[in-house]
């Protein structure tokens, strides 16, 4: 059972590039969301999903597209990377809500934009 | 917007002295969640309290929730290295249960 899957594990960016990063998870869960952490801020979410097709805003959500075609997967887009973005970047799925049950979260990804 | 507030942000302690982190949010939570993250890892859950005054333990770790249900706490007895880590508090958002808001967490170093 291999959980969150986050790829890659790191990378970089040069300003204005765009990538996907990419959150797999084999658990079923319906809820799933991206945080970004960055040094004394704590963790920071960005986007959420409650199901297949359905996505919304977190609290830092700009610069930022996501979109669930499917249960599992959860990618989220950089279209013009900027140095701000430059972060720690952990993908976390629930059975439902948060509330109702713990966020299983991803290894993380290591971005960073020069 | 809702907030979450941890404190201290760090704490070093000797090992074998107590610790304990202390979260207060700007609004009633309907429960509060813990999370401890190992340096270079990602958040683990830990435990998730629910009642006004609830309290629980996980052997040297106890648990409080406040009776407003606006702050916690966690309190470890007689540190040990593996307790290193920071450790977050985490609530959900009013009118909704979808989005969950972490505090920013307390950083624990034990010296040996």
């Known amino acids: 059972n291999a959980g969150v899957t986050q790829t890659p594990k790191f990378q970089v960016l040069k300003t204005g590039q765009s990538m996907t990063l990419q959150c797999a998870q084999d658990?079923?869960?319906?809820?799933m969301s991206w945080y970004r952490q960055d040094p004394g801020m704590g963790l920071r979410l960005i986007h959420y999903s409650v199901g297949a097709g359905i996505t919304d805003q977190g609290e830092v959500p700009n610069g930022y597209n996501v979109s669930r075609s499917t249960t599992e997967d959860f990618p989220l887009r950089l279209l013009s990377a900027a140095p701000s973005q430059t972060s720690v970047y952990f993908c976390?799925?629930?059975?439902?809500?948060?509330?109702?049950?713990?966020?299983?979260f991803g290894n993380g990804t290591r971005l960073t934009v020069t | 917007g809702q907030q979450v507030m941890q404190i201290p942000q760090y704490q070093h302690v000797q090992e074998g002295e107590d610790f304990t982190t202390y979260c207060n949010s700007s609004?009633?939570?309907?429960?509060i969640q813990w999370y401890k993250q190992r340096p270079g890892g990602h958040p683990v859950f830990l435990i998730q309290?629910?009642?006004?005054?609830e309290v629980k333990k996980q052997k040297r770790l106890t648990f409080q929730f406040g009776e407003a249900k606006k702050n916690s706490s966690l309190h470890i007895t007689a540190t040990q290295t593996t307790d290193v880590g920071t450790y977050f508090c985490a609530g959900p958002t009013q009118g909704g249960s979808e989005k969950l808001v972490f505090g920013k967490g307390t950083k624990l170093t034990v010296n040996p």
């Open positions: 309290l629910v009642k006004s005054g």
């Open positions: 976390a799925s629930t059975r439902q809500g948060p509330s109702n049950s713990p966020l299983h």
């Open positions: 609004t009633t939570l309907s429960n």
């Open positions: 658990m079923n869960h319906e809820y």
